[in-house]
């Protein structure tokens, strides 16, 4: 934990008293956004001695850092863009996150490169990667991975045996790193609270408040009462990715920073599926398509498609799916079947609009613009450089507030859960045996709380039937889903099932079998009565159902349609005389 606090919780308590506080004072900066790097804004802010508060419409990473690789690279294709200036800043993050922030969320992970000629590619491609090893090392800081290794075909065959022999000629083993995006967003949050940040789910900015052409604070609907509140700042941030340019619309026209949405899907198959000791990356006509280890589980992607329709709720198509399925069985011996798919995901990249139609083409660096007093947006970028993109934003902020404001110190600041997590690791054996739970258990909860694990155990002491498994998704303890409520500002059972843990794309259910369950536990801390969680019930399965139907559509339109038809997890309260945008 953070230099001997308690990690801050964020339950149903913590936030009526945050948006309370931000009500009555006039903050520093106030956020727009609880993504990855509206979180990352929020951290670096309060970490510099700022008053900060964080206002997010739904729950925290319900859009695109929710619904990425998962992984944490360098991005080795930039390196054949010539863009070495920002794969090196990547790679430096990585290993910043794998060795001293996050150790606890983010870890190793190999790829194997199957090669398809012979010759000349295997000199190309080894040179790309040797340069990528050694951008990782360029910062003057250990790598956090191991370095690459050229294999013959038979080599790679004995690490990946599903790879078809006739598929390619000889690969190169690489790693890279990857994380639970919605967790590690969640924990960053936690930490900024922490510090002393007050953060909030469903609150929604619908509208911002002027004098004369100065921004000076936002409108807020606190979507679960449908109360309209007042946060006063002296500056306000914009960090809500794809919806950059709606709430650039709110102050008054389009702005200095345009983006556009590119729609990328991935699939979740069982670990049996394919038999491999590694990930895999594969060249596509486009892109490039990986197949990532997931705990029990492979996450294939991703696609990179123009996406003009609901931002809210991107839905995949079976265009879609066929696509990463027919590039998949490329290479298979067994090729995956639309049966073998446990789980489906879409998700929205924020690009920056540029020359180009393609939107693989448009680019993955950020830019930070200051459109009118008081106002800073931030936007474009990529995941593991969201602490760069969030420190550039805060130093716009604090040009703005026209007073001396310490440099960012978040390079050197652990999240919650960090600190003692190795120590704690080598120790699992003990604390199984302390806690009566099976080691395997025991490292579960490690790789997701970190030195956090002590709240969680505290909750199976006071209740032991919290140690048990949830029927229908035994990856997960009873008391992961009571935790995710009390402590990690989980607010419906889809922040759950979909976020806190990832059971809606690991279960062929797709989290229908545990609903009613989970729904039940979260109930005692959230305090619903029993139309409650009938309600929350009854919204996720409408929401899978139209999740499975729009995954059955030949059309991004059609798929859209059908994923529009499901409801809200719960009806959001609009005043008859207000109309609010419907998504921030």
Not at 266 to 283: A, E, K, N, Q
Request: include cysteine.
């Amino acid at each position: 934990m953070t230099s001997g606090r308690s990690a801050a919780r964020l339950g149903p308590a913590e936030r009526a008293e945050a948006l309370e506080l931000m009500t009555t004072q006039e903050l520093d900066v106030v956020v727009v956004g609880g993504g990855v790097v509206g979180a990352g804004v929020a951290l670096d802010a309060v970490t510099r001695g700022l008053d900060v508060g964080l206002v997010e419409a739904r729950d925290f990473a319900s859009g695109t850092s929710s619904r990425s690789s998962k992984l944490i690279h360098g991005g080795l294709r930039y390196l054949e863009q010539l863009n070495f200036e920002l794969v090196r800043e990547a790679l430096r993050e990585r290993a910043l996150l794998l060795q001293r922030i996050a150790p606890h969320l983010v870890r190793p992970v190999p790829f194997l490169f199957p090669m398809t000629h012979y010759g000349w590619e295997r000199p190309y491609v080894g040179a790309g990667v040797a340069l990528y090893d050694t951008l990782g090392l360029a910062a003057g800081q250990a790598r956090g991975v191991p370095g690459h290794r050229h294999l013959s075909r038979s080599r790679a065959l004995r690490l990946a045996p599903a790879l078809k022999k006739s598929a390619f000629t000889g690969a190169i083993q690489y790693w890279d790193a990857q994380v639970d995006d919605a967790r590690y967003v969640m924990t960053m949050l936690r930490t900024a609270a922490t510090y002393g940040a007050h953060v909030s789910p469903r609150a929604q900015v619908v509208g911002f408040l002027r004098e004369g052409e100065r921004v000076t604070g936002v409108r807020v609907r606190d979507l679960e009462s449908g109360a309209e509140l007042e946060v006063r700042a002296q500056q306000v941030v914009n960090a809500t990715g794809v919806w950059t340019d709606d709430i650039q619309e709110l102050v008054g026209g389009r702005g200095q920073i345009h983006v556009r949405a590119s729609k990328g899907i991935h699939l979740v198959v069982p670990r049996d599926r394919i038999h491999s000791r590694t990930g895999i990356i594969l060249r596509t006509e486009k892109s490039v398509l990986f197949v990532i280890p997931w705990g029990r589980h492979w996450i294939i992607g991703t696609t990179d498609t123009e996406w003009t329709l609901d931002k809210g709720h991107p839905a995949a198509s079976r265009v879609d799916i066929d696509y990463l399925l027919d590039h998949v069985n490329a290479v298979l011996s067994v090729p995956l079947t639309r049966d073998d798919v446990e789980g489906v995901y879409a998700g929205l990249r924020p690009l920056l609009s540029g020359e180009s139609d393609e939107t693989s083409k448009l680019s993955r660096e950020h830019v930070v613009a200051h459109p009118v007093p008081g106002l800073v947006m931030i936007a474009g970028g990529k995941y593991t450089t969201y602490r760069v993109m969030a420190e550039d934003a805060v130093n716009a902020v604090a040009h703005g507030l026209d007073q001396r404001v310490p440099r960012s110190c978040t390079d050197r600041v652990p999240l919650v859960g960090a600190e003692g997590y190795q120590a704690l690791w080598n120790s699992r054996h003990r604390i199984a045996q302390s806690s009566g739970l099976h080691v395997a258990r025991i490292e579960h909860l490690l790789q997701r709380y970190g030195s956090l694990i002590d709240e969680v155990l505290e909750l199976i002491e006071d209740d032991p039937s919290l140690a048990r498994p949830l029927s229908g998704a035994d990856d997960y303890l009873r008391a992961e889903i009571v935790y995710a409520a009390t402590h990690e500002g989980a607010r419906h059972l889809n922040d759950v099932l979909t976020r806190r843990t990832r059971i809606s794309i690991e279960t062929f259910h797709r989290g229908l079998a545990v609903a009613q369950e989970a729904a039940e536990l979260m109930g005692g801390p959230l305090d619903w009565d029993g139309e409650q969680v009938k309600r929350e019930v009854e919204y996720y399965t409408k929401r899978v159902e139209a999740e499975r139907r729009s995954q059955e559509q030949d059309s991004d339109q059609g798929a859209d349609a059908i994923r529009l038809g499901a409801p809200e997890i719960v009806p959001v309260v609009v005043p008859e005389d207000a109309v609010a945008p419907e998504h921030t």
